[in-house]
């Protein structure tokens, strides 16, 4: 008889919490700065020590992040949480720095079509344009982190090939940067594509850091985050109450919802630090705040050790 291989996953994990970025920028109304600042210090309470807090973009790009320095400024006595923040070019990097941001997020597409909708600029002339924001945060002692929108597939383009990812990573590894988020933009991604596309990328950059960016437009966020489990990825966005979507990408819904994905961790047994019950009662009240949520199973059916009170005729079963 063969021995039973057990699934072999990390059995620890880091959640960042982007319900302050990806989720807000999606809302058309204006969400109060102090309103805002409430569901990151819930958040804070939750035991989230990772949060894409805002993005430093042109007001006029996404109206809903104009206090972007405001709502950084006012959330520097929150110590216990790593914040981060997107920035899109030089300007909005100095604006992060100088506003108590010291980790910067990279924004760049894997294709051209969708690089043009969002930046208005191919993939390679938008990579580019990153070399001075990493030349500012070095000189000003900040953290840089890369990323590659619709890494997965386009919604413009489709599949995207093995060497366009290779070729973006590489350029990355040269300007010095050493962990990328892949971002499915809008839920294009399958479990095995997933699996097999991770162990080709760390087999050619094996010094990269991974992290996974999962938006569950289709369903399979959970899925393809198991998937990359078993890469051994254990850096994951999400969002509370499934907040999000990316205004440039048509079609594209919110992320994983953040009680979603640490009920199921738990699950699993893959610690998180994250107390699920009060991540619940966050998104609940988010819920009500925005008047909506973006797709979240733990509001719709709760935890599944939630458990309910027998019918009475099935009492005497015990």
């Given at each position: ?55 430093f ?39 992060a ?13 894997a ?12 993939s ?17 002692g ?22 366009r ?17 892949l971002?499915?933009t809008?839920?294009?991604?399958n ?118 009170i ?9």
């Amino acid at each position: 008889m063969s021995e039973f291989k057990q699934l072999s996953i990390p059995s620890k994990v880091e959640i960042c919490e982007v319900a302050p970025r990806d989720g807000f920028q999606a809302e058309t109304e204006w969400i109060p700065t102090e309103t805002k600042l409430s569901i990151i210090r819930e958040l804070a309470n939750t035991g989230v020590k990772s949060m894409e807090i805002t993005s430093f973009v042109h007001p006029k790009a996404i109206p809903q992040l104009k206090d972007a320095e405001e709502v950084v400024r006012k959330s520097q006595d929150l110590t216990g949480i790593k914040f981060r923040a997107l920035v899109p070019n030089v300007k909005g990097a100095e604006r992060a720095i100088d506003a108590g941001i010291i980790k910067l997020k990279l924004m760049l597409s894997a294709t051209d079509a969708h690089s043009l909708s969002n930046a208005n600029s191919t993939s390679e002339e938008a990579q580019n344009k990153l070399e001075p924001i990493i030349e500012v945060a070095a000189k000003r002692g900040v953290k840089v982190g890369g990323s590659i929108s619709v890494a997965f597939g386009c919604p413009y383009e489709g599949d995207v090939p093995l060497s366009r990812l290779a070729a973006i990573l590489d350029r990355y590894t040269k300007m010095g940067i050493d962990e990328v988020s892949l971002a499915d933009t809008t839920g294009m991604a399958n479990p095995v594509q997933v699996y097999n596309l991770l162990g080709q990328l760390k087999d050619q950059f094996p010094a990269m850091t991974f992290s996974m960016h999962l938006h569950n437009t289709r369903g399979m966020a959970l899925a393809n985050a198991v998937a990359a489990l078993q890469q051994g990825v254990i850096h994951f966005d999400s969002s509370v109450a499934g907040l999000g979507g990316c205004p440039y990408a048509p079609g594209a819904s919110g992320n994983i919802a953040t009680e979603d994905l640490v009920h199921s961790f738990h699950e699993m047994g893959i610690e998180t630090g994250i107390n699920l019950n009060s991540m619940i009662n966050v998104a609940k009240g988010v819920k009500e705040k925005m008047g909506h949520d973006g797709g979240s199973y733990m509001l719709q059916a709760g935890p599944s050790s939630e458990l309910h009170i027998k019918p009475a005729s099935q009492e005497k079963l015990g």
